[in-house]
């Protein structure tokens, strides 16, 4: 009778110390903070690596209590999907190329105003005054809290039959684009734009289906256009950000002290995607050279004649988004 007692009373410690052991396991599991964040760019990108010293960050920050688990290379969602499922909650963060924005926040489409921003720093200046602050809040509106900019590239033109020096070298060629206004200004030079996502312009360039792209020179290295293209032009024509958000609800349910975590961890990946591009393009005009290309750099006087051409473009997108529009483009022409 003792016996069976104690065997008993044995089963019953046993069963007690698993409950609370599991308790325990599920109450620290509780604490810890697990957040999604979605890109489309492929590993070799600084986005992409702005993506991991971000999550390195917070975790070290957060002595692990605050993981940011990763998914690169459009593993969640693609380009186009990735700002919806982001304002919608089916990602809590997300690092989105600012094109596809621009359905949703047509402001957004100052980027691709041509000629209009000079460099990195130049972009870097505008985020941080008034064209920053209007676009924060109407991403705010969406939904979307801006938390860095992500510094990706600027647009060149490269093509197969000859060197592209003034604008009426584009007349007659047909010219991969990456969205609507590109498209106008091909159109402004005599060109026939055809829309194609950076995956299929190797393709249709090999094939012949265009004779040439609108795209930075860094992916014309990284993704070896230099094997069907012969020229490049360094045109900066507009430039394409890839900026990191949060959900808006989701953030306003942190904590404070999580929320100033993870806003010094952004600002820390964002001075590293700075640099890191910057060094990029210098690392990528020696290798299109060692590859072939014949890489033209316009005068100032021709880079006069592709604004001035490209004027109409600006112009009338000024017209569409009247007082503010015109405020926008005065106050980044202002840090030039």
């Given at each position: 009778m003792k016996k069976g007692f104690g065997v008993f009373g044995v089963v019953v410690l046993v069963v007690t110390l698993l409950?609370?052991?599991?308790s325990y396991s599920l109450a620290q599991e509780q604490k810890r903070l697990v957040i999604k964040?979605?890109?489309?760019?492929?590993?070799?990108?600084?986005?992409?690596?702005?993506?991991?010293?971000?999550?390195?960050?917070?975790?070290?920050?957060?002595?692990?209590?605050?993981?940011?688990?990763?998914?690169?290379?459009?593993?969640?969602?693609?380009?186009?999907?990735?700002?919806p499922a982001v304002r919608k909650g089916a990602v809590e963060m997300a690092a989105v190329v600012s094109g596809t924005m621009q359905g949703t926040i047509p402001l957004m489409e100052i980027f691709d105003l041509p000629f209009l921003f000079k460099d990195f720093m130049q972009v870097k200046k505008a985020w941080g005054g008034e064209l920053g602050s209007t676009l924060k809040k109407e991403l705010e509106k969406n939904g979307i809290k801006l938390l860095a900019e992500g510094y990706h590239s600027f647009i060149d033109v490269t093509n197969s039959k000859h060197e592209i020096k003034t604008p009426k070298d584009v007349s007659g060629l047909k010219m991969r684009t990456i969205g609507p206004m590109t498209a106008d200004i091909v159109k402004?030079?005599?060109?026939?734009?055809?829309?194609?996502?950076?995956?299929?312009?190797?393709?249709?360039?090999?094939?012949?289906?265009?004779?040439?792209?609108?795209?930075?020179?860094?992916?014309?290295?990284?993704?070896?256009?230099?094997?069907?293209?012969?020229?490049?032009?360094?045109?900066?024509?507009?430039?394409?950000?890839?900026?990191?958000?949060?959900n808006l609800a989701f953030w306003k349910s942190l904590p404070k002290d999580v929320q100033s975590l993870i806003e010094k961890c952004a600002e820390e990946s964002e001075d590293?995607?700075?640099?890191?591009?910057?060094?990029?393009?210098?690392?990528?005009i020696k290798t299109l050279k060692e590859k072939g290309m014949i890489i033209y750099n316009p005068t100032p006087a021709e880079m006069k004649e592709f604004s001035k051409a490209t004027t109409p473009v600006k112009e009338a997108w000024i017209k569409k988004h009247g007082e503010?529009?015109?405020?926008?483009?005065?106050?980044?022409?202002?840090l030039q």
């Open positions: 409950v609370v052991f599991c964040y979605a890109h489309t760019l492929p590993d070799m990108e600084p986005i992409a690596e702005q993506a991991k010293l971000f999550a390195k960050c917070v975790k070290e920050k957060s002595a692990g209590k605050i993981e940011i688990e990763v998914y690169p290379a459009a593993q969640l969602f693609t380009a186009r999907d990735v700002f402004i030079m005599g060109g026939g734009p055809v829309v194609l996502g950076g995956d299929e312009a190797f393709l249709a360039m090999e094939r012949k289906v265009v004779d040439g792209s609108f795209q930075g020179f860094r992916s014309v290295a990284y993704r070896k256009i230099y094997e069907v293209q012969k020229y490049i032009t360094l045109l900066r024509l507009n430039y394409t950000g890839v900026p990191m958000v949060i590293f995607v700075l640099k890191a591009t910057m060094k990029e393009e210098q690392d990528a503010v529009g015109a405020k926008l483009v005065q106050s980044v022409e202002k």
